[in-house]
């Protein structure tokens, strides 16, 4: 059995990943309520994280009518967005 091992001087070919999209879901029992994916380059910070959740809540109005006022638990990590003082 050879075994082979590269050596510094060798040329490895690179291959590059597609660009990541980041995509945001939020869903209940009965389905999604919103998507959303950023723009490429936009930044996921605490201003457009606030701007999701103005989409969300629109959404909740508009898909579960009521739930709004009978109460909404909701549930996020400690993400730097998901807890600044303006979120």
Same mark, same amino acid.
């Given at each position: 059995?050879?075994?082979?091992?590269?050596?510094c001087r060798?040329?490895?070919?690179?291959?590059?990943?597609?660009?990541?999209?980041?995509?945001?879901? +939020?869903?209940?029992?009965?389905?999604?309520?919103?998507?959303?994916?950023?723009?490429?380059?936009?930044? +996921?910070?605490?201003?457009?994280?606030?701007?999701?959740?103005d989409n969300?809540?629109?959404?909740?109005?508009?898909?579960?009518?009521?739930?709004?006022?009978?109460?909404?638990? +909701?549930?996020?990590?400690?993400?730097t967005p998901?807890?600044?003082?303006?979120?």
């Open positions: 059995m050879e075994t082979s091992i590269l050596s060798e040329e490895i070919q690179v291959m590059r990943s597609a660009k990541k999209i980041m995509g945001t879901v +939020f869903w209940d029992s009965r389905g999604v309520l919103l998507s959303e994916t950023l723009q490429p380059g936009e930044l +996921f910070n605490a201003a457009r994280y606030c701007q999701t959740l969300l809540r629109e959404a909740i109005r508009r898909k579960r009518s009521g739930q709004l006022t009978n109460g909404v638990i +909701f549930q996020h990590d400690n993400a998901h807890t600044a003082r303006v979120t």
